[in-house]
């Protein structure tokens, strides 16, 4: 039997990348579910095409169209938020794929992991802002809560067969960014246009941003701690420009292990929808011989200080990450409707974290609160 799948936003690069593969695999994989903001052309074209059982369009204005088209197949389809909620703590699907960007995939993730589902986790703000809960809840219901962003995915593989206990750090690779060796002069200039052309990665335009700042290895820092359980001292950050090794793994006997590949999204979403098998595939693969150099160097935190400020909000705890994240989602927004600099982002997400009262040990409606004033008051800041 195939496993079915549900790819909540399936219409984004990462959920385009999951059809890919079920389609690259119609004996293993089966798509149960899809579903999408804004963009309800594209999800009534993958469905026609992948015939799920359910489609949701998450803004129910588009409700109607979306039915009108969907319903003459069989397909039944829903809308808004509460939606997305029911289906993901339903039992019509094996995997979900959990590739909404931003804040809005945490209550749609949380509710499956409340489940028990296996979740392929696209979604790293659900643990930026919410890791303790999630976690809790991954452990209490024994879901399986398998990373399908690069770095993780790669930690997740060197891990296989290993100790949790006898990690003694990971290593973060990042790219660098379109900006990598930039300074402050220039980066106060730089337009949208140029920072969302990222050298090895297509992805969405919020983390393509976020990938130019250093916010999204900061993100994926705190990623790292609630999915590996491990302590901000364990956690480094590399540069490596080629995104050839994706990520590795120290153990206490000094030895690291690391994962290798091309970069393309499709191997980790292939991965967490297989696992704990591995399957077979075409895509260009890495040829080591024809590497002259693979190259290393420290980040440069105190250009992009949205690096900085990531380490310490995971270092602080509580309700800072999703502060941090919050406000953050506003400036990236800002950025992209050219409303504010690049380096203004850090700017008021630093304002952000002072303003807003912290808070030790939040409950899940703390953090919805959280998220809620910080976007408030970022807001304010970006008017002015
Ligand atoms: P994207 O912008 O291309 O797609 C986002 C998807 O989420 C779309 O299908 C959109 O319809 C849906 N969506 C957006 N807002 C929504 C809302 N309010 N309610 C419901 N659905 C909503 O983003 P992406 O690049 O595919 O990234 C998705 C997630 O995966 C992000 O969290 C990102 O950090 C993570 N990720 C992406 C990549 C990548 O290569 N693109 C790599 C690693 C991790
Ligand atoms: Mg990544």
Request: proline share 5%.
């Amino acid at each position: 039997m195939p496993k079915s799948i549900a790819i909540y936003g399936s219409t984004g690069s990462i959920g385009t990348q999951a059809l890919d593969v079920i389609e690259q695999h119609p004996d293993l994989f089966v798509a149960e579910v899809l579903t999408a903001n804004n963009n309800e052309k594209l999800l009534i074209e993958q469905c026609k095409k992948f015939k799920p059982n359910i489609a949701i369009i998450a803004n129910e204005e588009k409700y109607d169209a979306v039915n009108a088209a969907l319903a003459p197949e069989g397909i039944k389809v829903f809308a808004g938020e509460k939606s997305l909620i029911e289906v993901a703590a339903g039992d019509t699907y094996d995997v979900l794929i959990a590739a909404i960007v931003g804040y809005a995939g945490l209550s749609s993730t949380l509710a499956a992991v409340e489940q028990g589902k296996t979740v392929g986790l696209a979604n790293k703000e659900t643990l930026v802002v919410a890791g303790d809960i999630v976690m809790a809840e991954v452990a209490r219901k024994g879901a399986n809560l398998i990373p399908v962003d690069s770095e993780h995915s790669a930690i997740f593989q060197c891990l296989v067969g290993e100790n949790p206990a006898d990690v003694s750090k990971v290593i973060l690779t990042a790219s660098g960014g379109p900006f990598r060796g930039k300074k402050p002069n220039f980066l106060v200039n730089v337009k949208k246009s140029h920072a969302l052309q990222h050298p090895n990665w297509e992805m969405g335009a919020k983390i393509t941003i976020d990938s130019a700042s250093l916010m999204n290895k900061g993100l994926e820092m705190i990623e790292a701690k609630w999915l590996f359980n491990v302590k901000p001292e364990q956690i480094d950050v590399v540069v490596h420009p080629q995104s050839i090794i994706h990520s590795l793994v120290e153990f206490i006997d000094g030895s690291q292990k690391a994962q290798l590949g091309l970069p393309d999204m499709k191997l980790p979403i292939q991965y967490a929808m297989a696992y704990p098998q591995r399957i077979s595939n075409d895509f260009p693969r890495f040829d080591i011989k024809k590497f002259e150099s693979l190259t290393f160097e420290k980040p440069d935190i105190k250009t992009f200080r949205n690096l900085a400020l990531a380490k310490d909000v995971m270092v602080k705890g509580g309700n800072a990450p999703c502060v941090l994240n919050a406000a953050n989602e506003i400036v990236v927004e800002a950025f992209l409707n050219n409303s504010i600099g690049f380096l203004e982002m850090s700017d008021k997400i630093e304002a952000c974290l002072e303003k807003i009262k912290f808070i030790d040990v939040p409950t899940l409606q703390d953090y919805k609160d959280t998220d809620k004033e910080t976007r408030a008051y970022c807001s304010t800041l970006i008017k002015n």
